[in-house]
C-alpha cells in the first residue's frame, strides 16, 4: 500500500471534516435561538413529531453511498446534541445502566440526554409524573413473550401521555468471568430473558441451575463478582461488566424484538406518519366488540393493534389496547374516536406519536 496515494485523499476527508464541523456549529446557532423563543414561550424542547420529520427527510434525500438508516443514526446524534444546547432532558428507564431499556433511550433521544436508571417501572412512571425525570421508556411488548403486563397496567392508571414508541432487536448473550462454562454452577438473567432463551438453554445447559433476578444487567454485576455463576445479557452488559461472551446470540427467535413506549407529559403535535393509542371497554353483551370498533371502519381508520387484558377488580371483563394509524386530531381519526368514545364503557386516550421507523 503507498501512502503516497493516502495522503491526498486523508488531505480531503480533512477539508470535508472542517466544513461538516462548520456546517454542524452553525446548525447548533439555530437551535439556540429556536431555544430562546421556546424559552420565552415556556414551550417544551423536546419536539418529537419535529425530529421525526427531520429523520424522515434526511432519509429520502440521502444520496447515497451511505444507508438511509445509518444516516438516520447519525442525525438522531446531530439532534440529540443540538437539542442538548437547548435543554438537557432527563429520562427515566428500567434500569441498571446496560439494560436493553437504557439501549432504547439513546435509540429515541441519542447520547445526549440525562438518563435515570430506576429500579422498577412503577418507579420510572413515578420520576415522569413527579418531573423528576422530563420522559420515562418503558418495555410494553416482546416479540417472543407478548406484553408486559405492569406497563399495561399502569398506563391505565397514569396521568403521563405516550410521545414516542422504539423497537430494538433483543440479542441475548451467555457471558461468564472466565468466558467458558467450567465451574459455573447457576446461570442468571431476568425471567424474560431465561423465557426468552429457554430452548437453547434446554439444549445445551439442561443441568446447570438457572436464576431468576431483578435484571440482566444485574446477572452481569453477579457474574462479574463470582465465578460460579454466569449471566446472560446484550452485549453491552458484558463490555460494562468485563465479562467474555460464552454464545452469542442464544435467544431462541433470531427476530426476538422488545417495543418499548416514551411516557411524558407532553402532548405531541401531528408529525404526519402518527399512531394513536388508547384503552377500552365495553359492557359485556354479544357483539359489543365489534359495535365499538365499527367507527373505526367507518371513517377509513386502520387499527394496528388490538390487545386485551382482564379488567381485574373493575367493573368490565376486559380492557383493549387498541393503535390505531394517524394522531387523534386528524379529521378522520378525530371523528372516528368522538363516536367510539360513545360506544365505549371505558375510553382513554394514551397519546398520538411518530409511528416508529
Ligand atoms: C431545534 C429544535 O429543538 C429540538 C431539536 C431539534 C433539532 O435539532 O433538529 C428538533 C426538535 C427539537 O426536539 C426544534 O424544535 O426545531
Redesign the pocket.
Known amino acids: 500500500m503507498s501512502e503516497d496515494k493516502l495522503l491526498p485523499l486523508r488531505q480531503q476527508i480533512d477539508a470535508i471534516d472542517a466544513e461538516i464541523l462548520a456546517l454542524l456549529n452553525r446548525r447548533a446557532q439555530i437551535?439556540q435561538e429556536?431555544g430562546h423563543v421556546k424559552a420565552e414561550n415556556n414551550a417544551p424542547?423536546?419536539?418529537p413529531e419535529?425530529?421525526a420529520q427531520?429523520l424522515q427527510k434526511v432519509a429520502e434525500r440521502n444520496p447515497g453511498p451511505l444507508q438511509g438508516s445509518d444516516v438516520q443514526t447519525i442525525f438522531r446524534e446531530v439532534?440529540s446534541a443540538?437539542?442538548a444546547l437547548?435543554k438537557r432532558v432527563t429520562v427515566a428507564y428500567l434500569g441498571p445502566a446496560g439494560t436493553f431499556s437504557e439501549q432504547a433511550v439513546y435509540q429515541q433521544f441519542g447520547h445526549a440526554v440525562e438518563g435515570l436508571a430506576c429500579v422498577s417501572i412503577d418507579e420510572v412512571f413515578r420520576a415522569a409524573e413527579a418531573g423528576t425525570a422530563d420522559f420515562g421508556v418503558v418495555p410494553i411488548e416482546n416479540s417472543s413473550e407478548g406484553v408486559i403486563n405492569r406497563t399495561l397496567d399502569l398506563l391505565l392508571q397514569t396521568t403521563l401521555s405516550i410521545s414516542g414508541e422504539v423497537s430494538i432487536p433483543v440479542h441475548h448473550s451467555l457471558m461468564s468471568k472466565a468466558g467458558t462454562m467450567d465451574g459455573v454452577a447457576r446461570i442468571c438473567a431476568h425471567s424474560q430473558a431465561l423465557a426468552q432463551c429457554n430452548a437453547w438453554l434446554n439444549q445445551h445447559y439442561p443441568n446447570i441451575e438457572r436464576q431468576a433476578v431483578a435484571s440482566n444487567a444485574e446477572a452481569a454485576r453477579m457474574a462479574s463478582e463470582n465465578a460460579t455463576v454466569a449471566g446472560i445479557a446484550g452485549e453491552i452488559a458484558a463490555q460494562k461488566y468485563d465479562l467474555q461472551i460464552v454464545s452469542a446470540h442464544i435467544q431462541d427467535d433470531p427476530h426476538n424484538r422488545t417495543r418499548f413506549a416514551v411516557v411524558g407529559r407532553l402532548k405531541n403535535g401531528a408529525s404526519g406518519k402518527d399512531q394513536t393509542s388508547l384503552v377500552l371497554s365495553v359492557a359485556n353483551k354479544a357483539g359489543a366488540v365489534y359495535k365499538l370498533l365499527a367507527p373505526l371502519a367507518k371513517h377509513g381508520v386502520s387499527m394496528t393493534r388490538f390487545e386485551s387484558r382482564p379488567a381485574r377488580m373493575g367493573a368490565w371483563e376486559y380492557y383493549f389496547y387498541v393503535d390505531v394509524e394517524g394522531h387523534a386530531g386528524d379529521d378522520k381519526v378525530a371523528k372516528a374516536l368522538a363516536e367510539l368514545q360513545q360506544n365505549a364503557a371505558f375510553y382513554k386516550l394514551l397519546g398520538s406519536y411518530p409511528r416508529s421507523f
Do not use: L, N, S
Open positions: 437551535a429556536v424542547v423536546f419536539r419535529r425530529e427531520v439532534m443540538c437539542r437547548e
